[in-house]
């Protein structure tokens, strides 16, 4: 069955860089574009960032762009979010998810997200 | 950006209710659209893509449509599992937008 398991969360002052993985199984990795969604505490799903199957295309949320970078190692089966200059608001659960398929696709699958405190 | 917007904000229902949540989107997203149920501390699930289709595994009380600007996810007869927040997403372009959630609780 399809896992998606992500790490690397915590507290972390403002200013300060983060970086988390998704360890994901079950699926065949290569063929699926992945996403980061993340939800701030009492609020809605906020989608942050995509990367095509192979890598070769990433995109962004207007919110995040130019602090967030979103990467894979396909070999290692591993999605990553390396997230500069940490805001306040930046804290959330961040949750990797599986795309159906497709060059631009919904989420059929969600790992149960790892916590980001932005706080000093 | 591709606004989503979702009515109710809200709702109370019983146990064996019909409930249809409307999820409207700024511009046309022909049916691009996929729907999410959140309960509190867990991971969303996928629930509905393509506007209609079901995810395999999602009891056949669900069911959604439209096309466009609107759509709808209704379910026919509420179980106590049900309750929980819905979320409409737009896969049109980029960047990727989410509706606010209809929160159902029991009445």
């Known amino acids: 069955q399809v896992q998606l398991v992500e790490s690397g969360g915590g507290v972390v002052q403002p200013g300060r860089s983060l970086r988390l993985s998704c360890a994901a199984s079950?699926?065949?990795?290569?063929?699926?574009?992945m996403y980061w969604v993340r939800q701030a505490p009492g609020k809605g799903l906020e989608w942050v960032a995509v990367?095509?199957?192979?890598?070769?295309?990433?995109y962004y949320a207007d919110s995040v762009t130019g602090r967030l970078t979103i990467s894979r190692d396909n070999s290692k089966n591993t999605l990553y979010l390396q997230i500069n200059s940490l805001r306040a608001d930046d804290t959330a659960v961040y949750h990797c998810?599986?795309?159906?398929?497709?060059?631009?696709?919904?989420?059929?699958?969600w790992g149960q997200g790892t916590l980001v405190t932005v706080s000093s | 950006d591709i606004q989503m917007t979702q009515s109710p904000s809200s709702l109370s229902a019983s146990v064996g209710d019909r409930v249809t949540i409307t999820c409207r989107a700024s511009?046309?997203?022909?049916?691009?659209l996929a729907w999410y149920q959140q309960k509190p501390e867990k991971a969303p699930k996928s629930l509905i893509y393509?506007?209609?289709t079901l995810h395999s595994g999602v009891p056949s009380r669900f069911s959604a449509n439209g096309s466009g600007t609107d759509f709808t996810l209704t379910i026919s007869s509420l179980q106590p599992e049900d309750f929980a927040t819905y979320y409409c997403?737009?896969?049109?372009?980029?960047?990727?937008?989410f509706g606010p959630g209809t929160k159902v609780d029991i009445k």
């Open positions: 998810a599986k795309g159906g398929g497709g060059v631009i696709s919904s989420v059929d699958y």
């Open positions: 079950g699926f065949t990795f290569r063929n699926h574009a």
């Open positions: 997403q737009q896969y049109n372009n980029y960047p990727l937008t």
């Open positions: 511009q046309g997203i022909s049916s691009w």
């Open positions: 393509a506007a209609s």
């Open positions: 990367i095509s199957s192979d890598g070769s295309k990433k």
